[in-house]
């Protein structure tokens, strides 16, 4: 859990200096964005969160953290692809200061996105990307 907000707030930080500072669109902001905070998960769940794992290949399994994260990006890019729109107009709301609709609108889209996501990240790392190793029987 303690990964998972760590990388909520690299993902983002990075999204928000994309999307204010670097003039990207949401969509766009937020693949990069991801991807900051995957390299970011990747190193603290095979250190600290599974690290029984760390006995297995490191190659095989940042390869299947990036396929899972692959899967995961699909999801939630059409998560927030759906959500932004609606989001969007209930920004548009007299208690939130207009400077702040698209901002309001934004992480509420990230957040949506990043609870289904982490659900499926956390689940198929645990089951196959950092499993506990297989006994032998010596």
């Known amino acids: 859990m303690t990964v998972g907000a760590l990388g909520f707030i690299v993902d983002a930080f990075v999204l928000y200096i994309l999307t204010r500072f670097a003039g990207l669109d949401l969509l766009v902001a937020q693949?990069?964005?991801f991807s900051a905070a995957v390299i970011h998960n990747f190193f603290w769940n095979r250190h600290w969160t599974f690290p029984h794992a760390r006995g297995k290949s490191l190659r095989r399994q940042l390869v299947q953290f990036y396929v899972t994260n692959a899967v995961g990006i699909v999801i939630r890019t059409g998560i927030i692809a759906f959500v932004m729109e609606p989001y969007a107009?209930?920004?548009v709301n007299p208690i939130i200061p207009s400077a702040?609709?698209?901002f309001?609108?934004?992480y509420a889209a990230l957040s949506t996105a990043v609870l289904v996501v982490s659900l499926w990240n956390y689940t198929v790392s645990r089951i196959w990307t950092f499993r506990d190793?297989?006994?032998t029987n010596d």
């Open 31 to 33: 693949a990069l964005s």
């Open 104 to 106: 309001v609108a934004d």
């Open 89 to 91: 107009r209930l920004a």
């Open 133 to 135: 190793p297989v006994p």
């Open 100 to 102: 702040f609709h698209k």
